[in-house]
């Protein structure tokens, strides 16, 4: 059952269906793991790039992402709404900056990014907290994707 705000997006405007990751974000359990999953066939796509065409698609996400979670924020009518969810694609994306090729490194990144999105450590917390709207929605997560970057890197620096 999708809630009632998220009936208020309109799915048909690419927007809309971007915030919500293609629909992910409307499941009515776990939106913003869901999200994250639907990060992945995305970062797949474009994994085989060098880095620093990576990152500028990922910076180019993260500008648009902030007009992208607002539109959603305005639609909605309420700030930071769970089923908003492409801040975790985006998010997913700066963990995976030069991560090993395999599965078992998109799995990590997955847990990784999951883990610093839901348990918001320091500073993470202290930003989603003061800083609202499109850029903070997207704000948060880049952060807990380099939190989990910098992990991805140091466990492939370790184990390779």
């Known amino acids: ?16 269906l971007l915030a919500v990751g293609f629909g992910a974000g409307l499941s009515p359990k776990a939106p913003g793991t869901m999200g994250t999953l639907v990060a992945i066939p995305l970062y797949l796509l474009v994994s085989g790039l060098s880095t620093p065409w990576f990152v500028a698609l990922l910076v ?76 903070g929605i997207m704000l948060d997560d880049v952060i807990a994707g380099l939190f989990a970057l910098l992990c991805m890197q140091l466990l492939a620096n370790w184990l390779i």
């Open 1 to 16: 059952m999708i809630k009632p705000e998220l009936k208020r997006l309109n799915l048909k405007n690419p927007i809309h």
């Open 60 to 135: 180019l996400g993260f500008v648009a992402g902030i007009h992208i979670c607002q539109s959603a924020t305005d639609a909605i009518g309420m700030d930071d709404h769970g089923g908003i969810v492409w801040d975790e694609v985006i998010g997913f994306g700066v963990t995976m900056i030069a991560a090993p090729a395999g599965w078992i490194w998109i799995l990590a990144g997955f847990l990784l990014f999951r883990l610093f999105d839901v348990l918001k450590p320091w500073p993470i917390s202290w930003f989603d907290r003061r800083i609202h709207g499109g850029i």
